[in-house]
């Protein structure tokens, strides 16, 4: 028992990932974006930044509907009452 433990402490890889897979995806981003690596971080940090205001603008919107269908809701709810 102790020495199955021991070998898979030993054969467990120390690399957070595989270093020819990383090479490859900046390899591809590169020639995908066309410039330097500024330009990757620049392409992700707008990826990344954009993901938290669409949620706002759907929020908003939501919202604003929201508050556009609650007078009509409270308009059937006292026609209803008054029958």
Known sequence: ????IVSFILAHQGDAADPELLRWIK???DHLVGSGPWAVVAVMGIVI????VFIVVVY???SKRRSDV????????EQERVR
């Open 27 to 29: 390899v591809q981003m």
């Open 49 to 52: 930044l954009s993901m938290p």
């Open 1 to 4: 028992m102790m020495a199955s």
């Open 70 to 77: 609650a007078p009509m809701n409270q308009e059937r709810q």
């Open 60 to 62: 908003v919107m939501q």
